[in-house]
C-alpha cells in the first residue's frame, strides 16, 4: 500500500517523470512490484502494488465491480442535482460511467468550493474529472481513499508505502473471490 504523492507517474518506468517504483526500496524493487490501476500524475492516495498478476488482474476486471473512493475538492458548488446524475451514471464523449455515488461533505459557498467524496466501480481515464466536470464544476484536487476493503493507512505520508497485513491481504481476497 503505497500513499503516492503527486507528481509520480502510475508505472513501472517512464523516461520524463518519476514513477511510484522510484519511491521503494532495494527490496522491494528486487520483488518486480507493479502498481494495481492508475492515478494520474496529479491524483494522489492509495495505490497498491504487487506482483501477483491474478490479484491485479481480479481487483481491476469490470465484472468485479471493485468500488473506489475518492475525496476531492471541487472549484463550484455541487447540489443535490449532481448527486442524481451521478446516481444515474453519466455519458460522456467516448463511455457512459456507471452509477456512482457522489456524497457532498462540505460547501463554501463564500469560496465557491466543495469538498466531495466519489465511490466509482471503474477507473476509466480522468473518469471523476470528468464527471464532476460534466456538472460544470472542476476537481482542484483528488485523493483515491479506498480501494475494495483495502483503506488508505492515515500514517503514511504523501510517498511512504507499506506491506500490507494479513488481515487486509485476507479481506481484499476474499472481497474478489
Known amino acids: 500500500m503505497m500513499n503516492k504523492p503527486q507528481g509520480v507517474i502510475s ?11 522510484d519511491l521503494l526500496d532495494d527490496y522491494a524493487r528486487a520483488k518486480e512490484v507493479f502498481p494495481v490501476g492508475r492515478l494520474d500524475i496529479d491524483t494522489h492516495g ?3 502494488l504487487t ?6 488482474h481480479a481487483l481491476l476486471s469490470p465484472k468485479r465491480h471493485v468500488d473506489k473512493t475518492y475525496q476531492a475538492q471541487v472549484k463550484g458548488i455541487m447540489t443535490q442535482e449532481d448527486v442524481h446524475t451521478f446516481a444515474k451514471g453519466i455519458p460522456l464523449k467516448d463511455f457512459t ?5 457522489l456524497k457532498i461533505l462540505s460547501v463554501d459557498s463564500d469560496k465557491g468550493e466543495s469538498q466531495v467524496s466519489v465511490t466509482i ?19 482542484v484536487d483528488l485523493q483515491r481513499l479506498t480501494m475494495g476493503t483495502l483503506i488508505l493507512d492515515a500514517k503514511l505520508k504523501r510517498g511512504e508505502w507499506r506491506r500490507l497485513t494479513k488481515e487486509e491481504l485476507e479481506n481484499l481476497l476474499a472481497s474478489i473471490a
Request: aromatic share 4%; glycine share 6%.
Open 11 to 21: 508505472a513501472t518506468e517512464d523516461p520524463k517523470h518519476r514513477t511510484v517504483l
Open 46 to 48: 492509495l495505490l497498491l
Open 51 to 56: 506482483n501477483d498478476g491474478q490479484l491485479a
Open 97 to 101: 460511467c456507471q452509477p456512482a455515488k
Open 121 to 139: 466501480a471503474e477507473g476509466k481515464f480522468h473518469q471523476v474529472k470528468r464527471m464532476v466536470a460534466y456538472c460544470g464544476k472542476e476537481v
